[in-house]
DNA sequence: CAGGCTATGTAACAAAGATCACATACTAAA
DNA sequence: TTTAGTATGTGATCTTTGTTACATAGCCTG
């Protein structure tokens, strides 16, 4: 069952030899949506492969308060937690499973041994650092650079997306906590959006028609 | 010269032999302050590494102002550059000279066999990018989390730091451009921290009390 | 020292977003 | 089918930031 996933998301990006070690030191880890994976301040000692699903990134504020990061998905894998744990330090951000979501779990020492064994790894490695460093700027342009309508709308197209559904279950209040902002932004905002045509609002779902 | 500086910099963690690899291969660059040494845009055919001075790196938006990401000083590399690097893609930011700087440019093939040889060489990418993800987590919290009278304090106290001077050299534009926001805004608050007592407003330049 | 350039101060108004208050609508459970 | 709980809609008001406009101040150069 890990195998046959394994091999579905990651054979071409690792050789045999690699594949066969994950599956012997690495196990399997189901979680269910809305499960939190790993939370701010935990110390990690393995490090999770996205077999399957999607899981979202989140930060906190010194209130207690949320925002998103960004979004992983199958073949991805959290490179701010493989800093953490290649750090020895505890994890600055909280994963949270935004569906039911199959992951392999490697032991870190596992992982530092990996690092010169194998060029596959140490490339997958580099490439995770590089894409969530890409996927952070973008974080930060959003921010930076847009206003909460922009952001609402691409956070519902990201989220359709991940979901492969034009259709999202999410409330109102969910998004807001998702963007660091209030219910009654997020309503209103939805509002004008629905007028422009862009989406379709009902009762605990959102319709997003411009993908 | 440049072997003096190198050494200064990185004997503490790079291994006798990648020192005099570096020395070989290296080529000593000095820019003044003001300087772009990277833009938006170029491919990166050789990596640097900070031997003195400090650097400042920026995002733009797309009707191309700015936005201050952080500061590195001696000992840092820009992780970002080495992402492109190794991603052989263009640079997604601007780097430019906070002070008069040295560097040391490592062409990319090198740091490619480096990262196979040296365990000291591996340890020091990884760690670049994880203190680069750190920064860009705390530019993030700067951004989302606070107004911008508490990033202009913080800014203003960065900006000291890295000059190891309380008295900053600054126009209130230079500021505003660094923030992403409007002189008007910038003059506003610096006059409320002046009140405050938290720092001085000369011509041209501003003492940080509140270090 | 006059004129021009750059830097700073500040008023007035606009826009975005936060906050509070409350009405309405939908849904599940009694 | 009530009713309680959750979700959404919307007005009113405040704060923060952005924008425009203009005054004043410091400094350099002829």
Chains 1, 2 share one sequence.
């Not at 269910?32 to 990134?57: C, F, H, N, Q, R």
């Not at 959290?78 to 499973?97: P, Y």
Request: proline fraction near 1%.
């Amino acid at each position: 069952m890990l195998e046959k996933e394994l091999r579905d998301a990651y054979h071409f990006i690792f050789e045999e030899e690699l594949l066969i070690e994950i599956t012997k030191f690495g196990t399997l880890r189901e979680v269910k949506a809305g499960e939190t994976i790993i939370d701010i301040g935990d110390y990690v000692k393995s490090m999770p492969l996205l077999l399957e699903g999607a899981i979202k990134i989140l930060r906190e504020d010194k209130d207690g308060d949320e925002l998103l990061l960004y979004f992983l998905e199958r073949g991805d894998t959290c490179a701010m937690t493989l800093a953490c744990c290649l750090g020895h330090t505890k994890s600055e951000i909280r994963a949270v499973a935004e569906k039911d979501t199959h992951l392999v779990m490697i032991p870190i020492d596992k992982m530092e041994e990996w690092t010169s064994r194998f060029k596959s790894w140490r490339n997958f490695v580099f490439e995770s650092y590089h894409s969530r460093l890409t996927e952070m700027l973008d974080t930060i342009d959003t921010i930076a650079f847009y206003n909460m309508d922009e952001r609402l709308m691409r956070y519902l197209q990201d989220k359709a997306k991940i979901n492969k559904n034009e259709q999202i279950q999410v409330t109102h209040q969910e998004i807001a906590y998702d963007l660091h902002t209030s219910r009654v932004v997020v309503s209103r905002l939805l509002k004008k959006l629905e007028i422009e045509g862009k989406i379709g609002l009902q009762r605990n779902s959102i319709m997003v028609h411009d993908l």
